[in-house]
Nanobody
Framework: QVQLQESGGGLVQAGGSLRLSCAGS????????MGWFRQAPGKEREFVVG????????SYADSVQGRFTISRNNAENTVYLKMDSLKPEDTAVYYC????????????????WGQGTQVTVSS
């Protein structure tokens, strides 16, 4: 099973940008569909975006469509999340996840999780 480690979180003003990275190890990265989820204080973890193993299929949550961009580099075992036009409501801990099979929006369907990285957007 692949192990995941996120990086790149931080504090940014509304309207700003951040890029998150998620590095995989201990497994065959290209075998996995990858996803990003987020969890705000007092709320359930929610799906943000998923990308198929070869990058040909991508699905975004409506709340981030047009502002966030996912990409992956299988040679570097890394998936990225570029976040633009950030809003205070994007504030959350962002988690990277991996699963075999297609993109799923429910957390229980994902097999591996990173520790998370905090993103805080100030108004």
């Amino acid at each position: 099973q692949v192990q995941l480690q996120e990086s790149g979180g931080g504090l940014v003003q509304a309207g700003g940008s951040l890029r998150l990275s998620c590095a995989g190890s201990g497994g065959t990265f290209r075998d996995y569909t990858m996803g990003w989820f987020r969890q705000a204080p007092g709320k359930e973890r929610e799906f943000v975006v998923g990308i198929s193993w070869e990058g040909g299929s991508i699905s975004y949550a409506d709340s981030v469509q047009g502002r966030f961009t996912i990409s992956r580099n299988n040679a570097e075992n890394t998936v990225y999340l570029k976040m633009d036009s950030l809003k205070p409501e994007d504030t959350a801990v962002y988690y990277c996840a991996a699963r075999t099979g297609g993109i799923q929006t429910v957390t229980i369907a994902w097999e591996s999780w990173g520790q998370g990285t905090q993103v805080t957007v100030s108004s």
